[in-house]
């Protein structure tokens, strides 16, 4: 690559370093001169960066004798068009900038002036200022911030596996069209007072979901309109909120997109209260929802309910199972939560993290309620339960939604829903049978702390530990009352 050109996603830059004693003279520039030259052809790149080249070491020195002399012209000239555009050219305004700046400063700033026509039409006569995007700035932003969403999730889905319908990509952007909607300009004109804003309103957004007449404002309606206190989202959703428009921000000053890092304007927005998850079962608990009626449900809503307390695994695990993924390994029957990564053609199947990747032996219970038979019966489906995908939730939306009802139904209350299975499993493990975390931690899906090689240890060892581990997951619940098919 020729000396300072960049190239950046199939553009070229033209990109110098500012010179040491002008920084430490003059800290608020910005270290780097970066010039988007508007071109991927890098022969026609090296011939615009040479003459930029000229300019910065050439052009400067017909006005200025030294460079330090032209950096605080440039600075001067910043400052007075600021002055100039916010007072809308008060004379008074104007006569103040001088006094305080000295009258020799007006003869800087026309010389300045006219290093910037030098460069715009004398330097590069053949390319528009537009294209080349410099002005007294040195580079002009030609990027709405609207434009830039997609750019960002595209790199987030990159950077993070995301696959289609992805519910983080679906958080960052209702998180993005609060602020998109509400500071609509270049992104290199964003300012912390706009930051402030997006956070105003992030700290007053009503709950549409509760109050659905809220949602027939615009974004810059809600902003302006008094919102009451009982009516906003709660704490934690509004740190949602502003850790992703964070993450958006810094991605912006890292990309260039944005000369300042914005992010500190609206980080630590509200104290939130620590999420412990939910709890965990009781043996009463157990008894109420598994009882005699149980085994009239249907079919999806009677064994997924049953695989999760008897495997630990996660909700969408478990509903977004093929009737495939049971399978026999080393002679024993097993669940496979994609330990390949063959997904049968499904590209709508996900798990949390790349961990949770993993085979569960079939309880002893499960084989004896019949769960094999109702997997022969589905041999000619895809799918082993008739369940629905949606963006949001995956394949397990009616599912959760369906057992916090039937929960009400068993007069079971308290902090517990579907996931409290998985946390009465991890808890016998833990707590019952006193297991080390490393002994389960791979059946589990379990990220344990502070051992990459746990996965890999516990996946190797013999299948029939692990079977015999699941087997001992025993509770107080009369099976002979559960069984579906006699």
């Not at 580079?139 to 750019?151: A, E, G, I, Q, T």
């Not at 959760?400 to 902090?415: F, H, I, K």
């Not at 517990?416 to 975390?437: A, C, D, G, W």
């Amino acid at each position: 690559m020729a000396q300072y050109l960049l190239n950046r996603n199939g553009t070229l830059y033209y990109q110098r370093r500012i010179p040491s004693s002008i920084l430490r003279k003059f800290p608020s520039i910005s270290p780097v001169l970066r010039i988007s030259l508007g071109t991927g052809r890098k022969s026609e790149a090296k011939i615009i960066s040479h003459k930029l080249s000229k300019m910065f070491d050439d052009f400067a020195k017909v006005y200025f004798n030294t460079p330090e002399e032209y950096t605080k012209a440039l600075m001067l000239l910043r400052k007075f068009e600021l002055v100039t555009c916010e007072s809308l050219l008060k004379t008074k305004d104007i006569d103040n900038f001088f006094d305080k700046y000295g009258r020799d400063a007006a003869e800087k700033i026309g010389k300045a002036k006219r290093v910037i026509e030098a460069r715009k039409s004398e330097i590069l006569p053949h390319h528009t200022v537009q294209s080349l995007k410099v002005h007294s700035n040195d580079v002009v932003n030609d990027h709405p911030v609207s434009s830039l969403v997609d750019k960002f999730i595209d790199y987030q889905r990159r950077k993070n596996d995301w696959g289609q319908g992805n519910s983080s990509e679906i958080k960052y952007r209702s998180a993005l069209k609060y602020f998109v909607e509400l500071i609509d300009k270049n992104s290199d004109n964003i300012s912390k007072a706009d930051v402030v804003k997006v956070k105003e309103l992030l700290i007053k957004l009503p709950d549409i979901r509760k109050y659905p007449v809220y949602g027939k404002l615009t974004i810059k309606e809600l902003y302006k309109k008094d919102i009451p206190r009982e009516h906003t989202i709660s704490n934690n959703t509004i740190k949602q909120h502003a850790d992703r428009i964070v993450t958006f921000l810094c991605w912006l000053h890292d990309n260039d997109y944005c000369h300042e890092n914005l992010s500190k304007s609206i980080s630590g927005i509200v104290k939130t209260t620590r999420k412990h998850g939910k709890e965990a079962y009781t043996s009463d608990q157990l008894k109420k929802l598994f009882n005699e009626r149980y085994k009239e449900l249907d079919n999806k809503y009677y064994w997924i309910p049953l695989v999760g307390l008897h495997t630990g695994a996660r909700i969408n695990e478990i509903c977004q199972l093929d009737s495939r993924d049971i399978k026999q390994i080393d002679e024993i029957w097993c669940f496979d939560i994609m330990s390949s990564d063959v997904n049968n053609g499904d590209d709508k199947k996900r798990v949390k993290r790349e961990s949770s990747k993993r085979v569960i032996p079939i309880h002893h219970r499960l084989l004896e309620l019949g769960f094999l038979d109702y997997v022969n019966s589905r041999v000619k489906k895809k799918k082993l339960f008739d369940v629905s995908y949606t963006v949001t939730n995956g394949y397990s939306g009616s599912i959760g939604t369906y057992w916090l009802r039937y929960q009400e139904r068993c007069a079971v209350s308290g902090n517990v829903s579907f996931h409290s299975f998985r946390k009465t499993v991890i808890n016998y493990f833990n707590q019952t049978l006193e297991l080390p975390e490393i002994a389960h931690a791979y059946y589990t899906g379990h990220a344990a702390v502070g051992n990459e090689g746990i996965k890999s240890y516990t996946s190797k060892k013999p299948l029939t530990d692990a079977k015999n581990m699941f087997d001992r997951l025993e509770y107080e619940i009369d099976y002979d009352k559960l069984k579906k098919y006699k």
